[in-house]
């Protein structure tokens, strides 16, 4: 087995998914770092090289299509292969999104651990694809307003859905839904944090620290 030259460098801010993607990768004998969003990440990247990122996408501080826009951009980091997870970011513009900043590829989760143990397997041993050029930081905040504000229309109208549900289940069934519910609102919240913060960016015409 091929043993990368640097650590692969997992990005999630969920505890047990961030566990789960790093034991499952030590397993496997593959040096590991870990970060819990996209700050972190660069900071953790300004110490140590990594061979490969793998992030998630929706997360605080900053989120994984902001922190492989701030990699591609640095000439220091632009060849450093991304592999994107995600959950939520799933569909096809999401996809080309993620794939004109430069990741090799896009995982969805929940994670199937072969699908993934290969895939990082192919970007470590394969020889390195051409990376595109960055996105003009024009093209890369309309882009990732439309990502975000789709998302957020998309989140909104599952809580009103989840909302209307609740009403009319039965009390042994509540509860699931309830979870659900709570899940939700967490990431409509997030959503709505990271365009909060965007706007006010283009607003004051200012880049993302």
């Known amino acids: ?4 030259s640097g650590p692969i460098l997992v990005v999630e801010d969920i505890p047990n998914v961030l566990e789960l993607l790093e034991v499952t990768l030590r397993f496997k004998g593959y040096p590991v770092i870990t970060a819990h969003n996209g700050q972190e990440a660069l900071e953790t990247i300004a110490r140590e090289r990594p061979a490969i990122v793998i992030t998630d996408i929706l997360m605080p501080k900053l989120d994984g299509y902001a922190l492989a826009q701030k990699l591609r951009i640095d000439q220091q980091t632009r060849n450093i292969p991304i592999v994107f997870l995600s959950a939520t970011y799933v569909t096809p513009e999401d996809r080309a999104f993620a794939l004109s900043l430069g990741a090799v ?19 470590l041993t394969q020889e390195p694809p ?7 930081e024009t093209d890369f905040y309309k882009g990732y307003r439309e990502r975000l504000e789709t998302k957020l229309r998309h989140k909104n109208t599952q809580i009103t859905r989840t ?11 509540k509860p699931a839904f309830e979870a659900l519910l709570t899940e939700a609102r967490r990431h409509r919240d997030e959503i709505q944090q990271e365009l909060n913060d965007l706007y006010r960016l283009l607003e004051n015409g200012q880049k993302k620290p």
């Open 1 to 4: 087995m091929n043993v990368p």
């Open 105 to 123: 590829r896009f995982l969805e989760k929940p994670v199937d651990t072969e699908e993934f143990l290969l895939t990082i397997a192919e970007v």
């Open 130 to 136: 051409t990376s595109p050029e960055p996105l003009s």
């Open 163 to 173: 909302e209307r549900l609740l009403t009319t289940l039965p009390a042994e069934q």
